[in-house]
């Protein structure tokens, strides 16, 4: 029995595998995130607690009978003593040494690519690639929207809104991009942009990248729109070219890459996703996601306990994680 964790913001997700690649048990819990509050890391180890007992009761089995577990849980890494406090806390619950984390880069990563060598480039709120290559693994990316996250939904969203405070001013011609943030922010003086997104929204980072889908609603219509969006593709293909590069891919050598999150349902950012990485000396070859990151992270448990699932357990797998 192999075990994977995906935690998150807003929900945690537990699979539980054989090594045939048959679900076992597959639970949802609430969000992991170690900064919602103040005893952040207790609140995880309390939510992994109860998703553990969960699957095991679905499963019909005890904690002895996981034989490795996989955890990525977000900022593990990002903040001094969190391998050591989220580790730790992940030891309580199981009970036992059988485990590694990391953060949930790695389980979108194995959930992509099926816990096998290549690069996985996730655009959500945020962004960052996380890659494995022979034994080598590299993260790039996923600073932050302060110094970073380029390419994903919330810097599309601010330069959105800095294409509409340039368009409201003259400083460039107003195009659809314009309209369609004031109908967004349902403003009636342009000004009021800064009391919705500043006051209303406080500059929460979830409020503001859900403003991206009104860039590739008018991209087509509006040249502005469509240069953010092809920005966008170009910054997120570097981060699987530089990932590529750490870790040594050898650039005669096809390295598939995968892609998670919203943003890469818009066609201009794909198309330009694309192009970029073909103009890149590595061979990079576009790959379909294959898991959801908690069968993915399942996936990787089993190639961490030394056992890693066949072929045929991976497309099983795959079959089953996409129609639960």
């Given at each position: 029995?192999?075990?994977?964790?995906?935690?998150?913001?807003?929900?945690?997700?537990?699979?539980?595998?054989?090594?045939?690649?048959?679900?076992?048990?597959?639970?949802?819990?609430?969000?992991?995130?170690?900064?919602?509050?103040?005893?952040?890391?207790?609140?995880?180890?309390?939510?992994?607690?109860?998703?553990?007992?969960?699957?095991?009761?679905?499963?019909?089995?005890?904690?002895?009978?996981?034989?490795?577990?996989?955890?990525?849980?977000?900022?593990?890494?990002?903040?001094?003593?969190?391998?050591?406090?989220?580790?730790?806390?992940?030891?309580?619950?199981?009970?036992?040494?059988?485990f590694s984390c990391g953060d949930d880069s790695v389980a979108a990563w194995a959930g992509s690519l099926g816990a096998r060598d290549g690069i996985n480039v996730i655009a959500g709120t945020g962004s960052m690639s996380y890659g494995v290559w022979n034994g080598r693994s590299v993260r790039v990316g996923g600073w932050g929207e302060i110094f970073g996250d380029e390419g994903s939904a919330y810097w599309i969203a601010a330069r959105a809104l800095q294409a509409f405070s340039m368009m409201a001013d003259g400083r460039e011609p107003?195009?659809?991009?314009?309209?369609?943030?004031?109908?967004?922010?349902?403003?009636?003086?342009?000004?009021?942009?800064?009391?919705?997104?500043?006051?209303?929204?406080?500059?929460?980072?979830?409020?503001?990248?859900?403003?991206?889908?009104?860039?590739?609603?008018?991209?087509?219509?509006?040249?502005?729109?469509?240069?953010?969006?092809?920005?966008?593709?170009?910054?997120?293909?570097?981060?699987?070219?530089?990932?590529?590069?750490?870790?040594?891919?050898?650039?005669?050598?096809?390295?598939?890459?995968?892609?998670?999150?919203?943003?890469?349902?818009?066609?201009?950012?794909?198309?330009?996703?694309?192009?970029?990485?073909?103009?890149?000396?590595?061979?990079?070859?576009?790959?379909?996601?294959?898991?959801?990151?908690?069968?993915?992270?399942?996936?990787?448990?089993?190639?961490?306990?030394?056992?890693?699932?066949?072929?045929?357990?991976?497309?099983?797998?795959?079959?089953?994680?996409?129609?639960?």
């Amino acid at each position: 029995m192999f075990l994977g964790i995906d935690g998150g913001g807003t929900k945690t997700s537990l699979c539980l595998i054989d090594l045939d690649g048959t679900v076992r048990g597959r639970v949802r819990m609430p969000g992991s995130y170690p900064f919602a509050d103040a005893d952040g890391v207790g609140r995880v180890a309390e939510v992994l607690a109860a998703g553990v007992r969960e699957v095991n009761r679905v499963a019909g089995i005890g904690l002895d009978d996981i034989h490795y577990t996989f955890a990525g849980l977000p900022t593990f890494g990002e903040w001094a003593g969190s391998e050591e406090a989220l580790s730790g806390a992940v030891a309580t619950v199981l009970g036992t040494d059988r485990f590694s984390c990391g953060d949930d880069s790695v389980a979108a990563w194995a959930g992509s690519l099926g816990a096998r060598d290549g690069i996985n480039v996730i655009a959500g709120t945020g962004s960052m690639s996380y890659g494995v290559w022979n034994g080598r693994s590299v993260r790039v990316g996923g600073w932050g929207e302060i110094f970073g996250d380029e390419g994903s939904a919330y810097w599309i969203a601010a330069r959105a809104l800095q294409a509409f405070s340039m368009m409201a001013d003259g400083r460039e011609p107003r195009g659809e991009l314009y309209t369609a943030v004031r109908a967004r922010l349902g403003i009636d003086r342009d000004l009021d942009a800064v009391g919705v997104v500043h006051g209303d929204w406080a500059g929460r980072r979830d409020r503001v990248a859900a403003l991206a889908p009104v860039v590739s609603t008018v991209a087509a219509e509006d040249p502005a729109a469509a240069r953010i969006l092809q920005d966008a593709g170009r910054a997120l293909a570097r981060l699987a070219a530089v990932a590529a590069t750490r870790i040594g891919c050898p650039a005669g050598d096809e390295t598939r890459v995968s892609t998670s999150g919203s943003v890469f349902g818009a066609e201009e950012v794909r198309a330009a996703f694309a192009q970029s990485l073909s103009d890149e000396p590595h061979a990079f070859a576009l790959a379909a996601p294959m898991l959801p990151p908690d069968a993915g992270a399942a996936a990787y448990a089993a190639r961490l306990s030394g056992t890693p699932l066949s072929d045929a357990a991976l497309s099983r797998l795959a079959t089953v994680a996409a129609a639960a």
